[in-house]
């Protein structure tokens, strides 16, 4: 394996850790979240450098998985006095972060798997362990992001001009990124 390729796997792997961390586990390690996610930067390096797997990861390593193709996972911000903190974006089951509402494009797409697509149009999309349904604007997104889940994701489109129309509110915490508490049926096309 070439250098670059194993530092390719050393990033995901990193990124992997970091959203156990930031987004499912927090409570299993010495790290305070605040009430929107955010943890000390310094704090998570600490607990990075004590893993035997990951004690080469440097800041620079963290900011390359921050660059790292596909929707932005991560921020940094500075929290002054040469502070700084990182939270997971979205994607959450320990902690619901709030957001400020904006309006969605007309079409969002949500992918699947085969089995929960007679329940979706029958129930809706639900949150299930995630705190916020989580939507793409774009299908191939959707159908990409799901594969983690399912090895033949079915694409559903949401009709979330309606939805909004309708008074369901929606979140954009990273670019191509929505989510919604559930989406009805009625909005599923």
């Known amino acids: 394996m070439n250098e670059s390729r194993r530092h390719q796997n050393q990033l995901s792997r990193l990124s992997r850790f970091l959203l156990m961390l930031l987004r499912h586990q927090p409570a299993r390690f010495p790290v305070r979240l605040d009430a929107q996610g955010f943890a000390e930067l310094d704090e998570v390096m600490r607990v990075v450098h004590a893993l035997p797997n990951l004690r080469w990861a440097t800041l620079a390593d963290v900011e390359a998985v921050l660059a790292m193709p596909g929707p932005q996972r991560f921020e940094i911000i500075d929290a002054g006095g040469g502070a700084r903190r990182i939270r997971a974006l979205y994607g959450h089951t320990a902690r619901k972060l709030a957001y400020e509402p904006v309006q969605p ?76 508490e559930a989406i009805p049926p009625q909005f599923i096309v």
């Open 105 to 180: 494009p007309d079409r969002l797409y949500c992918a699947v798997s085969p089995d929960a697509v007679a329940q979706a149009h029958r129930e809706g999309l639900l949150a299930g362990e995630h705190t916020y349904v989580q939507l793409a604007d774009d299908p191939k997104q959707a159908f990409v992001g799901a594969l983690r889940e399912a090895p033949d994701p079915v694409v559903l489109t949401i009709d979330a001009a309606a939805a909004a129309a309708s008074g369901i509110l929606f979140f954009s915490p990273a670019e191509s990124v929505y989510l919604s």
